[in-house]
């Protein structure tokens, strides 16, 4: 059975960071490209960074000097550091794991709020 389970998200004001965490089971980690995405209300879910399983690592324009994205193999987990926090980074963050042809899977979500 595949989990991946988010943490860290949470209320914080603008120019604030919160640091997300992704834990996953159930999956070969180290094979999978790891991502995060985030969903606001009313919009589409868009991809923030992604880390590929060769080490590659991709941000969206709008996070792209103010978020990172890290992975530890050896245990499972890929983090979202995220400073300068804004208030449109407000969404709901998901954790998603992808590798072609054997499986795409999403966490349950993490809320992050950014306001005054």
């Known amino acids: 059975q595949v989990q991946l389970v988010e943490s860290g998200g949470g209320s914080v004001q603008p120019g604030g960071s919160l640091r997300l965490s992704c834990a996953a089971s159930?999956?070969?980690?180290?094979?999978?490209?790891m991502s995060w995405y985030r969903q606001a209300p009313g919009k589409e879910r868009e991809r923030v960074a992604f880390y590929t399983n060769s080490g590659l690592t991709n941000y969206a324009a709008s996070v792209k000097g103010r978020f990172t994205i890290s992975r530890d193999n050896a245990k499972a987990t890929v983090d979202l550091q995220m400073t300068d926090l804004k208030p449109e980074d407000t969404a709901v963050y998901f954790c998603?794991?992808?590798?072609?042809?054997?499986?795409?899977?999403w966490g349950q979500g993490t809320q992050v709020t950014v306001s005054s």
């Open positions: 159930g999956i070969i980690f180290s094979a999978y490209t």
């Open positions: 998603n794991a992808d590798r072609p042809q054997v499986g795409h899977y």
